[in-house]
């Protein structure tokens, strides 16, 4: 199985080819619905319950894709002591 290096922030582990394409079909469909919000955006909407849906739908995504690439804890200085 192809490995991809982690990212380089803490906590976060080589990914597999099949998790790293399955997160960029996520944010390829997250970024539809951004720009569809975005368009609702610039019509005759409640613009309160409109950032109200969107922070939840970007929360959404986040936590699938934090689901797939499963970062782990980061070991602090006075985890060693």
Do not use: C
């Amino acid at each position: 199985m192809t490995q991809h290096t982690g990212l380089p922030v803490s906590g976060y582990r080589p990914q597999s080819k099949s998790a790293v394409e399955t997160v960029n079909r996520s944010k390829y469909l997250e970024e539809r619905v951004l720009r569809l919000l975005d368009e609702l955006a610039a019509s005759d909407v409640d613009k309160r319950w409109l950032a109200v849906g969107r922070t939840q739908i970007e929360q959404g995504f986040m936590a699938v894709n934090r689901s797939v690439f499963q970062p782990g804890r980061v070991a602090l200085a006075e985890d060693e002591a």
